[in-house]
């Protein structure tokens, strides 16, 4: 937090944060605002008690931000992403807020655990993977470094599935995280938004039949409710908005339908409407192409939009000033209709020519791409836009014909140039491609990480890219260390804060003075104290989850993230396979004891990562139940890995695994919250990987395999992964037995398929890395045999990943992309 800062803002409440104090106010919450004495309330009631009287600080700086933010005319940035993948609450915002302690206390004179009250707050699950919990690190980030900001996006009911084995398999279970209601939103009944669908467009012609304006009459409509959840800043510097939408019938509509004796229409509208912001689409990296999705996304991003321009004119009271005032930001092609949106409202509501409303959209929107792999490149069938959104589809075209028209002035666009930059796929059926609509209404594309944004430029975008040079620029991803390291590690924390003061957490470029520390035995001993004490909490967990038992002094090797063929967790159980053989074959030898541990979940059509999870726990029963390898390895895949799970996985790791084909991750944010952590990683020349060996230095990571240009070019010229399989005698030996039975006698042609998968195309070329890997596996086994080495490569890593705080990303943001003074 900078000096500037501190005065501009004033200091938190007044109010007390006396335990003593703070007790009494809990008890009287539970008694006033729960109904509830101390002897009958529940362990949920004195949760909700207790995050009620550190609301109510919260809500005294939120309110101080706002008035701050409108007063000062500061420019907002709207972050509006589908996603949010938040997790719990409470520790962050109490110890932001600076009162986790305090109320640690006060709860204990009440006789009350706060571990065990946190513990059951749900995990608001409100996303996938890593482009969910960017959203979720950008916003906490953004109240930190004190950006005046709004994230957007929906309230599902049901967050991401919950995640059970049933022999092996998985099985998604519905997540209900508002079954005991959450102390942490606020309905606001007044910002309600009608939104239409389908319909009909009206031209509105003049006194002398010229076009003046399009009207559009929807055939229907859903309200959209907002629900405000305040986002905490590290020490309170700020407090900002996540504004999140839920659906409800258009009442008058429905009463009108049915008092017409139109009933069953009537509850087609209340189902219609309830279906919109029910569940969250569990596909990670993978579109499905369902109407329903389109209409979810159009359904948030009006919302959000009409709400800003509300905002802005309340404000201002015209919109030609919006630029100045707003920067809208598209986290993926998600939002991508909030560029027609906003165009419809410029041109139809608020009477500006076409010309004028595109400059004011350029000058607003940014967008930020995600992912290069094409089943997760959004489009949607022109037939399916123009009968849900009509006016928008028109409002498409336009922009189209504006785009064509300025490539065809281009010296040296061809006609496949054209193609390939238009916003409407014509190759089979028509579709509207949101990549092209999202970059061609920005002034700011960018990528995730350095090697990401270089391939951006040579593959999906190459063509925008030469129509207009100046626009795509590169984030690098970053994780916020509050939740990352201080909230999910305070061993680790208190123990830099010993070493090095407390600089560092209020700026995490100090914690590169952690480095010298690197060559000081006595330090190394209690760092590997904090891993040891980490690694038994995780050990705990393991067997209350999957009843296991794992060894804490055996190393951790930890692969936790979504289920993908490219993510490679295929090439690590292939690994512990031939692993597991060397060792029947050799028990003499001194292996390094291990533990192999996964976690992440499949999207329920994703066939094959379904089968990889249901390997990885056939290959975890077979090992973990011979006695020949017992102590020496062992495999165990946590159920329903989440944001929660991740803060107890990751302080526990020793080696991190990293391993996708290389240039299909785009940045990866698991990799950044492990090395913080003190783990080595273990990976591939692939997205932040690229970058967090440039910091970390190229001996203190591990890395393995092909090249982005070399599996570009393999792919090109007749990959051929029959023959390297053969003459792998490891890979071979694993294959076979896999694809024979050995870890599926129940039935052995499980694994058929896939392991035929492998031997014909490969496309994720496991074959051509596989024996890379193993090397790297055993010159990592050589590292950890030498225990001090070992060590001093791992405080490296903690030393030397402050670029890879979020903060550093959400001030290139603002100074680079939003304009916004940082
Ligand atoms: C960080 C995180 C991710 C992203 O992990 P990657 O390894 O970057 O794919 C996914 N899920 C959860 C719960 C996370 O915390």
Redesign the pocket.
């Known amino acids: 937090m900078n000096q500037a800062m501190t005065t501009e803002l004033p200091r938190p409440s007044p109010k007390s944060s006396d335990p003593a104090e703070l007790a009494e106010e809990v008890l009287y919450c539970l008694t006033y605002r729960i109904g509830k004495n101390a002897s009958v309330a529940t362990r949920h009631d004195w949760l909700t008690a207790a995050i009620q009287v550190v609301r109510d600080r919260v809500i005294e700086r939120w309110i101080e931000s706002t008035k701050a933010a409108y007063d000062t005319k500061a420019k907002r940035v709207y972050y509006l992403s589908m996603e949010f993948?938040i997790?719990r609450l409470m520790r962050d915002a109490f110890s932001n807020i600076g009162m986790l302690e305090d109320m640690r206390k006060a709860l204990a004179t009440l006789g009350v655990d706060i571990e065990t009250i946190a513990a059951l707050e749900p995990d608001a699950?409100l996303?996938?993977?890593?482009l969910?919990?960017?959203a979720a690190c950008f916003m906490e980030s953004m109240a930190t470094v004190n950006v005046p900001a709004h994230g957007y996006g929906i309230r599902y009911v049901h967050g991401l599935f919950r995640q059970e084995f049933s022999d092996g398999w998985q099985v998604e279970l519905p997540e209900t995280w508002l079954d005991h209601g959450n102390p942490w939103e606020f309905e606001r009944r007044e910002r309600s938004i009608e939104i239409g669908f389908g319909g009909t467009v009206q031209s509105v012609t003049d006194a002398k039949g010229r076009l003046e304006r399009h009207v559009w009459k929807p055939n229907h409509s859903v309200i959209a409710v907002a629900y405000d959840t305040p986002v905490v800043g590290w020490r309170g510097a700020r407090v900002n908005t996540l504004r999140l939408w839920s659906a409800l019938p258009v009442d008058p509509i429905m009463l009108a339908a049915f008092n017409a004796g139109d009933h069953i229409g009537a509850l087609r509208e209340s189902n219609m409407a309830e279906a919109l912001t029910r569940v969250l689409y569990p596909a990670?990296s993978h579109i499905e192409g369902q109407e329903l999705r389109l209409r979810q996304e159009y359904f948030f991003s009006a919302a959000s939009l009409q709400d800003i321009i509300h905002r802005h004119l309340g404000q201002y009271g015209e919109l030609l000033s919006l630029p100045d005032k707003a920067a809208i930001h598209m986290n993926d092609t998600h939002p991508a209709i909030a560029v027609a949106e906003l165009m419809r409202l410029l041109m139809d509501v608020h009477g500006h020519d076409f010309d004028t409303a595109w400059d004011i959209s350029k000058r607003t929107f940014a967008y930020t791409n995600h992912t290069l792999l094409p089943e997760a490149l959004e489009s949607w069938p022109v037939t399916v836009f123009e009968r849900l959104l009509p006016r928008h589809m028109q409002i498409v075209y336009a922009i189209n014909a504006q785009v064509l028209h300025e490539a065809r002035a281009k010296e040296g666009f061809t006609d496949a140039h054209i193609r390939s930059i238009s916003l409407i796929g014509e190759d089979g059926e028509r579709r509207v491609r949101m990549g092209n609509l999202a970059f061609a209404a920005s002034h700011s594309i960018n990528g995730v990480s350095a090697l990401h944004t270089d391939l951006m430029k040579q593959t999906v975008f190459h063509d925008l890219h030469m129509l207009y040079p100046d626009r795509i620029n590169n984030k690098t991803n970053g994780?916020t260390p509050r939740r990352?390291m201080m909230q999910a590690n305070p061993g680790l924390t208190s123990l830099v804060r010993e070493a090095i003061g407390d600089g560092f957490l209020d700026d995490i470029e100090k914690i590169s003075e952690l480095d010298k520390f690197a060559d000081d035995a006595a330090f190394r001993e209690k760092f590997a104290a904090v891993k040891r004490a980490n690694k038994e909490r995780m050990a705990t967990l393991a067997h209350e989850r999957t009843g296991a038992w794992i060894d804490p002094s055996a190393m951790f090797d930890i692969?936790?993230?979504?289920i993908h063929e490219y993510?490679r967790q295929l090439l690590n159980i292939l690994e512990a396979v031939a692993l597991y053989d060397q060792i029947r074959s050799n028990p003499d030898k001194d292996w390094v004891p291990r533990v192999k541990l996964f976690g992440?979940k499949a999207a329920p059509s994703y066939h094959n990562a379904k089968l990889i999870i249901k390997l990885a726990n056939d290959v975890s029963r077979a090992i973990n139940g011979d006695p020949s390898v017992r102590g020496l390895l062992k495999v165990v895949f946590m159920p329903n890995?989440?944001?929660s799970?991740?803060?107890v996985m990751?302080p526990s790791a020793d080696l991190s695994e990293?391993i996708s084909t290389a240039g299909l991750?785009a940045?990866?944010?698991?990799?950044?919250?492990f090395a913080l952590n003190g783990a080595i990683t273990i990976g591939t020349l692939d997205?932040a990987n690229v970058e967090i060996k440039e910091c970390v230095g190229d001996d203190n990571i591990v890395i393995f395999g092909l090249t982005a240009e070399e599996v570009a070019e393999r792919r090109a010229g007749g990959y051929e992964p029959r023959a390297i399989i053969e003459g792998s005698p490891e890979l071979s030996q694993a294959l076979s037995a896999i694809s024979s039975g050995v870890f599926s006698p129940d039935d052995p042609n499980r694994y058929r398929d896939l392991i035929d998968g492998l031997y014909n195309h490969d496309w994720f070329m496991v074959a051509a890395d596989f024996d890379a890997f193993c090397k790297a596996q055993r010159e990592v086994d050589q590292l950890w045999r030498n225990s001090p080495q070992w060590l001093s490569k791992a405080i490296r890593n903690t030393a030397r990943m402050a670029f890879f705080s979020s903060d550093r990303t959400i001030r290139q943001y603002a100074r680079e992309i939003w304009n916004v003074p940082v």
């Open positions: 993948l997790g699950a996303g996938n993977g890593g969910g919990r960017l990670d994780i990352w692969q936790i993230k979504r993510k992440g890995y989440n944001v799970m991740a803060e990751v990293q991750e940045s990866g944010t698991g990799n950044m919250k997205g």
